[in-house]
């Protein structure tokens, strides 16, 4: 899988990256609890640790107050982590999630984690079909001082409108979008508060791109079709991005 080349930042404000791969199994093959234990011996080699996740987890939402976290209800799910790198599998019997924590790698080494992982699962599961893969980037850009607005940092695009822009702290706008019967993009970009008296919040830009086309499991093809997707997540982001964000991107100090 070639991917294809963007700009690699000295200063990226990518929190985290997720790419979700939705699957049905084959009636020849249903889920099973032991297939978690099968799985690992495939990976262990890079993810040594092997761990179960509650029965709820946690979710950024949008409300009033800005952005927050809820805790919501789970399947049954195992956890894998690298050795070395901050790079998480998820596995329950519909869905394989890949999330690439901060700091970001670039999309070269993000899209072979996401296949090589597919690879695996696809050794131990044999699903029959992949019914929707997701891929969401989450960016968190520090305010660098009381004076600014989101508008210092992001420009005025499909997804996010100027008054929003031009608000003071507590922004919240939230664009969902179907290009197709199949196909969505989520934007929101929020305020959040600072964690303490030396800061002044950050904006958080999330973008979560969504296709529920009919796809193929077999690799090559499921790898184009999440390339596409990132290139959709870069088109929005790129349209957005200011030149104070690309000046701090290149390596600027706030």
């Not at 985290?16 to 690992?40: I, M, R, T």
């Not at 805790?71 to 956890?79: E, G, H, I, K």
């Not at 919040?201 to 499921?222: C, H, M, N, P, W």
């Amino acid at each position: 899988m070639t991917a294809t080349k963007h700009p690699s930042y000295p200063n990226p404000v990518i929190v985290e990256a997720v790419c979700e791969l939705q699957f049905e199994l084959s009636k020849e093959k249903p889920w099973k609890a032991s297939l978690f234990g099968d799985f690992y011996k495939n990976v262990q080699g890079e993810y040594p640790e092997m761990e179960p996740l509650q029965g709820v987890g946690v979710q950024l939402d949008v409300g009033p107050q800005g952005l927050g976290q809820r805790l919501v209800p789970q399947r049954q799910r195992m956890r894998f982590k690298h050795a070395e790198r901050p790079l998480i599998l998820q596995l329950d019997e519909t869905s394989l999630i890949v999330n690439v924590l901060a700091p970001y790698p670039g999309w070269e080494k993000v899209i072979r984690d996401i296949m090589d992982a597919w690879r695996h699962a696809t050794q131990v599961l044999s699903p029959s079909a992949v019914i929707q893969v997701g891929l969401r980037y989450i960016n968190r850009i520090e305010l660098s001082s009381s004076k600014d607005r989101p508008r210092d940092w992001i420009r005025p695009n499909d997804y996010v409108a100027t008054g929003v822009l031009n608000s003071g702290p507590g922004f919240l706008s939230r664009a969902e979008a179907h290009s197709t019967e199949h196909d969505t993009t989520t934007v929101t970009l929020g305020y959040q508060p600072p964690e303490d008296s030396n800061s002044y919040g950050a904006i958080i830009f999330d973008i979560d791109r969504i296709t529920q086309r009919g796809l193929s499991v077999k690799e090559a093809e499921l790898g184009r079709e999440v390339n596409n997707l990132h290139e959709d997540v870069w088109r929005v982001f790129a349209s957005a991005r200011s030149d104070k964000l690309e000046s701090f991107l290149q390596g600027a100090q706030s």
